[in-house]
């Protein structure tokens, strides 16, 4: 059955595709929350994470509303998406700054995501393959999941114990509500990756047929 949420759309046109406002909002989005990681138990840190974190919701939007989509801008997109959030659970982690459960599903959901997309570029050359709406819903709720955590712990440093169990609360809900969605994610990106592999097991069943039916005929001329 295949996947609804690739898009075709023309191969890859460095003149047009990379100079674009939606790729140098992906680009600034991503600096401006790895800027905020490097301190991400303040209040600043957390402020940046949070705006480079919204500006990369814009771009995808700004890209569709400017017919600027290019397979170029949704891999860059992506990439950044999944780098970005690799970094800021890892100051999160070590800084304590959120449940361990929290940080260890959001890591193994993006990890299977990154490495089954991998696959099924490098098995099938397809530079189509673009998250579904489960993936992004996903990962807006774990990114304000993450974010009330923060909020949360920088509250409890000031002394306001029960605005941060809100705060807390409301990142554990975040999170519950995410998970849905990351599984129906995690599960096409995984469903794609298989595809791409039989595609190409059933190109070199029908070489391999061709070469055997044909080495003697070819042998001859």
Do not use: W
């Not at 600034?28 to 790895?34: D, E, F, M, P, Q």
């Not at 890209?63 to 997109?77: E, H, M, P, Y």
Request: proline share 4%; with cysteine.
């Amino acid at each position: 059955m295949p996947i609804k949420s690739r898009e075709r759309i023309p191969r890859f046109n460095p003149r047009t595709d990379i100079p674009t406002i939606p790729n140098a909002m992906s680009i600034a989005g991503a600096v401006l929350a790895l800027r905020g990681a490097k301190r991400i138990d303040t209040t600043a840190g957390i402020a940046q994470v949070a705006a480079g974190r919204f500006i990369d919701v814009l771009d995808g939007i700004v890209a569709r509303k400017t017919g600027q989509t290019s397979n170029f801008g949704a891999l860059l997109d992506a990439g950044l998406d999944k780098a970005v959030t690799a970094i800021i659970l890892y100051e999160i982690k070590s800084k304590n700054l959120a449940p361990t459960e929290i940080i260890a599903a959001i890591t193994a959901f993006n990890g299977i995501n990154a490495v089954a997309s991998a696959k099924t570029i490098v098995e099938a050359g397809d530079e189509t393959v673009r998250p579904e709406i489960s993936g992004k819903l996903a990962l807006a709720l774990e990114t304000s999941s993450l974010l009330a955590h923060l909020v949360g712990s920088r509250l409890e440093t000031t002394g306001q114990s029960q605005l941060a169990r809100v705060a807390r609360g409301i990142g554990n809900l975040a999170f519950a509500v995410s998970l849905p969605f990351a599984v129906k994610s995690t599960l096409s990106y995984i469903e794609r990756a298989r595809q791409a592999k039989l595609a190409i097991c059933g190109l070199k069943r029908i070489f391999g047929y061709f070469v055997a039916k044909n080495s003697k005929l070819l042998r001859n001329y």
